[in-house]
């Protein structure tokens, strides 16, 4: 059989040339060759196999007398097709273990410590509701690793509720620029063959009166609001040069994931991070002030927003990340956090224009949530850093030119300063 579905062309093995275009995915035509029994090289269907169909979810559960039945949606065929099958018949453990957390955690819910001999119409619809989200996440999943350009894998898990992937948000690696925004690229990089032991009259950061940021092991030596000169691709250095290391991107495995105390979503590492680490950037959309503060009424009618100021020699500049960014996107406030912003400039020398960096403020355990202060002070002893605007200014502030509600923070810390703003 031969075709091209949106899942990738099919040739025929008789007529290799043959190409008919097909509206259904892989999985129907693999349901549809197992039906009419034909056999296909290229979607695994072989005459030993013909008869053995795939288990796309488990909807339903029964016990009659001792015997356990399971109602099984089955891959490539729809949902009229389900039928109720004897445990000893599927060889599904995963969605069997996965079928049972979700069912305890119903039966919980409605204050049940034993599975009934027959599930409630309620339990079996929300159970058919969380297979169905969990495949809408792992797409999801699927397509943010696709589409990023950086080592650390993006995962995605909701135990808490049936909110799926967030609607209109497209992942982007880098800025992008709004209109009438231009990116200067750096002009000279630097001549040193050894950036750390042997600088060239101080390398990129001497070149800008301003010392090596990183250590050896590129962890972060500077005091926050200082900023950080990468090396750049018009520099002699190689890829391994130790000055550069926020433009290599996310190094940790890292999962987005329903918060339980109604914050949303949030990102944790699944990974040991040190301190002074680079973790991730804050990237989004590129926008004039006078655009952010006409967004951030928008914003603010919704309750939440991702402005980002770009204020480290003057607030020219916002980034905004509500419909455009990486995983930065979904990372939470908290009043003690353990992610720190700087400011870095590696292919850009307008300082109106940083790079936004955080690097982790102390050791981070695997499976920690990852947050930053939005409101966050620095030193004034040190340059002005970067702050997060997120539209909620606290009201009244002198030469703020901003009016927003106070919001209450949800981040438990013990030094919980009771509002965003």
């Known amino acids: 059989m031969a075709g091209n579905s949106k899942d990738g062309p099919l040739h025929s093995t008789s007529a290799p040339d043959c190409l008919v275009p097909c509206k259904v995915s892989w999985d129907e035509l693999e349901a549809a060759c197992r039906l009419e029994k034909l056999f296909c090289k290229d979607l695994g269907v072989s005459r030993a196999n013909v008869n053995d169909y795939e288990v796309e979810f488990l909807c339903d559960y029964k016990k009659i007398k001792d015997e356990e039945f399971y109602l099984v949606k089955w891959r490539g065929f729809p949902e009229s097709d389900n039928s109720w099958e004897p445990k000893r018949n599927l060889k599904c453990p995963k969605l069997m273990k996965q079928f049972h957390l979700d069912l305890d955690q119903e039966l919980r819910r409605h204050k049940k410590r034993c599975i009934p001999k027959k599930l409630d119409r309620e339990v079996s619809s929300f159970l058919v ?77 001497g070149a800008s009166l301003h010392r090596m940021a990183y250590t050896d092991k590129g962890l972060v030596r ?69 655009e952010a503060e006409r967004r951030g009424h928008v914003y603010d009618r919704q309750g939440s927003t991702y402005l980002f100021d770009l204020d480290y020699v003057e607030d020219v500049y916002t980034v905004d990340a509500a419909h455009l960014g990486n995983i930065s996107h979904f990372v939470n406030h908290s009043c003690n956090p353990n992610l720190q912003v700087f400011n870095v400039f590696i292919d850009n020398i307008d300082e109106r224009l940083p790079r ?44 703020s030119p901003k009016k927003r509600l106070r919001v209450e923070c949800r981040c438990g810390s013990d030094s919980c300063r009771k509002y965003l703003f």
């Open 129 to 205: 509701k969380k297979a169905k989200l969990r495949q809408v996440l792992q797409r999801w999943e699927a397509h943010l690793n696709e589409t990023r350009n950086h080592p650390g894998r993006i995962f995605v898990m909701n135990d808490v509720d049936l909110e799926g992937p967030p609607k209109n948000f497209t992942y982007i690696n880098t800025y992008k620029v709004g209109p009438g925004i231009v990116l200067d690229e750096m002009a000279v990089g630097c001549e040193c063959k050894d950036c750390l032991e042997e600088p060239v009259n101080g390398c990129c950061p």
């Open 222 to 290: 500077i005091r926050p609001g200082q900023p950080i000169y990468e090396c750049n691709s018009r520099c002699s250095c190689g890829l391994d040069c130790p000055n550069r290391v926020v433009q290599k991107g996310i190094q940790f495995d890292l999962c987005i994931f329903k918060t339980e105390n109604g914050r949303g979503w949030g990102v944790r590492t699944l990974q040991h991070i040190k301190k002074n680490t680079f973790v991730m950037e804050y990237v989004g959309e590129i926008i004039t002030t006078d």
């Open 356 to 399: 936004i960096a955080l690097f982790s403020k102390r050791a981070i355990r695997a499976g920690e949530e990852l947050t930053f202060d939005y409101n966050m002070q620095i030193d004034p002893v040190d340059t002005e850093s970067t702050k997060m605007d997120s539209s909620f200014s606290l009201a009244g502030l002198p030469g």
